[in-house]
Nanobody, 123 residues
Framework: QLPLVQSGGGLVQSGGSLRLSCTTG????????IGWFRQAPGKEREGVSC???????YYSDSVKGRFTISRDNAKRTAYLEITGLKPEDSAVYYC?????????????????WGQGAQVTVAS
């Protein structure tokens, strides 16, 4: 089991920014691909970004240019920075991990999940 603990999120004004964090605590992050997903009420879980072991990043078209994924293996933490927030970005955001080199934006591919963080964007 790989525990993923998320922090960040909250209520933000439209156009604002925030950073979500996802840490593995005492477990090394180095060999895990990390994905970020979001799920709005009544909608399916959507992959927004992922980062491979070599830090190659991928983004969905809906967030490209506004979201930045990163990882700090020394801190055992992955991040998702979000700028230019829009009301439609409101959702519960989840991080996920899998012991593979290249990441994917498919929720069913990941083995470990964080507890989720609510992001609400006020218009």
């Amino acid at each position: 089991q790989l525990p993923l603990v998320q922090s960040g999120g909250g209520l933000v004004q439209s156009g604002g920014s925030l950073r979500l964090s996802c840490t593995t605590g005492e477990y090394h992050l180095d060999f895990y691909s990390i994905g970020w997903f979001r799920q709005a009420p009544g909608k399916e879980r959507e992959g927004v970004s992922c980062i491979s072991v070599n830090s190659t990043a991928y983004y969905s078209d809906s967030v490209k240019g506004r979201f930045t994924i990163s990882r700090d293996n020394a801190k055992r933490t992955a991040y998702l920075e979000i700028t230019g927030l829009k009301p439609e970005d409101s959702a519960v955001y989840y991080c996920a991990a899998k012991l593979r080199t290249l990441c994917q934006l498919r929720a069913d591919w990941y083995d470990y999940w964080g507890q989720g963080a609510q992001v609400t964007v006020a218009s």
